[in-house]
């Protein structure tokens, strides 16, 4: 079974690694949800919810250190940071989810629905410059929220040049979501959970875990106002977070638990969306989510039918939690 050891224990807890993400996280989402419902009579800058989406990292590094010391560190980054794993990965990590939301596009335009074409592009770094600090596309009220200093910063830099925004874009694309969020998910939780369960169980286990964790401010703002929209937010973020995982799952299992190509793939999928989002005017950000997710939903099928639930590899290696 991938993820088992030589002596069949596992070190650490994904019942503890799961709290302490939830808590590091929530000790930033909970307030800037307060103040925006109008609980808390102070201002929490965009910063602070930023900052703690860390929670999921953080609380891997420390479990890892706490088990291993400092030699267990270096050898969980070592793992996870290989990238000798083969060139196909990193091409099937960066371009699957673009391929998919090309194929909507020809969907589409077969129904004889205007789709973005390459004119679109030329209006993509004012709506970024527009749109950057209002939480991101998964946000439900993009309003731009005022910053305590370093999200402001960076939105004055993106306004003097294209070049600072594309770097500014690339940067979030790899730090919020592949850094931020991999060490601890694929990191950490899968190789635990696949000591005892199939690399399927795992992943949807994760999947359902991430997609709970993955509600951010958006939940508890509602949850505050007495929206029972609330509780429709986790169910839509967790249709896509389940085949994510087996697809991260999968590519982690495949290059013997290396977290380059999930990290990628991460990656590919955040900005994949937020580009549509910024360049497709007048179709809807939850739409142009779902049609992704039905893509995701497929590719993971023909992964789990290919390769098998118990692995979802056709090369087992072990993967030393």
Not at 209 to 229: A, I, Q, S, Y
Not at 264 to 277: D, E, G, I, Q
Request: hydrophobic fraction near 50%.
């Amino acid at each position: 079974m991938i993820g088992e050891t030589v002596s069949g224990k596992v070190p650490g807890s994904v019942t503890a690694f799961y709290a302490l993400a939830l808590g590091l996280s929530w000790a930033g989402w909970i307030p800037f949800a307060a103040a925006r419902a109008g609980i808390l009579p102070i201002r929490v800058p965009i910063d602070v919810p930023i900052l703690t989406q860390f929670g999921p990292t953080v609380a891997a590094f420390l479990l890892v250190a706490r088990a291993g010391g400092l030699a267990g560190l270096r050898h969980f980054l070592a793992r996870s940071c290989r990238w000798k794993v083969g060139f196909r990965w990193y091409v099937i990590a960066l371009l699957l989810t673009p391929a998919i939301a090309v194929a909507w596009q020809f969907v589409h335009r077969a129904l004889g629905y205007d789709v973005p074409g390459w004119s679109d592009l030329t209006g993509i770094y004012p709506a970024y410059v527009e749109a950057f600090g209002g939480g991101g596309p998964y946000a439900l009220d993009k309003t731009i929220q005022p910053s305590a200093g370093p999200i402001a910063y960076l939105q004055d830099l993106i306004a003097r040049s294209p070049i600072w925004a594309l770097a500014n874009f690339l940067m979030f694309a790899i730090v919020a979501g592949p850094v931020s969020e991999e060490f601890g998910w694929r990191g950490y939780a899968l190789p635990r959970l696949q000591v005892d369960r199939t690399a399927l169980k795992s992943a949807v286990s994760v999947g359902l875990l991430w997609g709970f964790w993955h509600t951010g401010p958006d939940f508890w703002r509602l949850l505050f106002e007495g929206n029972v929209r609330a509780f429709l937010y986790p169910i839509a973020i967790t249709m896509g977070t389940v085949p994510l995982s087996v697809l991260f799952a999968w590519m982690f299992n495949q290059t013997g638990g290396s977290l380059l190509p999930p990290m990628l793939f991460h990656a590919s999928f955040n900005s994949t969306v937020y580009v549509l989002t910024l360049i497709w005017v007048g179709h809807p950000p939850l739409l142009t989510g779902g049609e992704l997710v039905v893509g995701l939903w497929v590719a993971a099928t023909v992964v789990v039918v290919q390769n098998g639930a118990a692995t979802l590899t056709r090369h087992p290696t072990v993967v030393t939690p």
